[in-house]
């Protein structure tokens, strides 16, 4: 599965690379996210439900950041277990880039692949999920940053996609895919 968006975000370039860097936001922008721990220098273990289609797990998993450049990139390597639901592995590069003095551009670029009964589900399912929860990761990422009213933390509610394609509607954040 690959996977290229770009986002446009409210607040300065190094405001969203503290964001992405801060794992009480990125705990609440992750849906499904039970737990995101430091694990070691620039590691992290992660915990979440998800359902992708009929498949529904806890995910356990790690992710390591490499290829530091702050505050314009890293790439962000990942995998996970979700025990008989299968597994999930890959990376994903991330750029950031000033859009004007106030906004950010941030484009990401995701490969990975799944096992298990994931693989079995079929990759158009997958791929639909994969975007939606994209989505809703931005909708509350953007939300967090940027300060709208009412931005609380989103409830670390399972995360359900059946692989629709999302689209955020929210005025302050603009999808460029």
Request: glycine share 12%; aromatic share 6%; with cysteine.
């Given at each position: ?97 000033p859009d004007g003095a106030a906004s950010t551009r941030l484009t ?53 996609t059946d692989g629709a394609d999302p689209e955020s509607g929210d ?7």
């Amino acid at each position: 599965m690959e996977l290229t968006e770009t986002y446009t975000l409210p607040v300065s370039q190094q405001r969203t690379w503290e964001a992405l860097n801060d794992t009480a936001i990125l705990r609440a922008s992750i849906p499904g996210c039970e737990s995101i721990e430091a694990d070691g220098e620039n590691a992290f273990a992660l915990s979440m439900a998800a359902s992708v289609g009929p498949v529904k797990a806890r995910f356990k998993g790690r992710m390591l950041l490499t290829d530091i450049d702050a505050p314009r990139t890293y790439t962000i390597v990942f995998e996970g277990q979700g025990g008989v639901a299968g597994f999930g592995s890959g990376n994903a590069r991330v750029t950031l880039e000033p859009d004007g003095a106030a906004s950010t551009r941030l484009t990401y670029t995701a490969s990975a692949q799944v096992g298990g009964k994931l693989a079995q589900i079929g990759s158009r399912l997958v791929d639909g999920a994969a975007r939606k929860l994209a989505g809703e990761f931005f909708r509350r990422f953007n939300a967090l940053v940027s300060g709208e009213a009412g931005a609380e933390a989103p409830p670390a509610d399972s995360a359900t996609t059946d692989g629709a394609d999302p689209e955020s509607g929210d005025a302050q954040m603009k999808r460029n895919t």
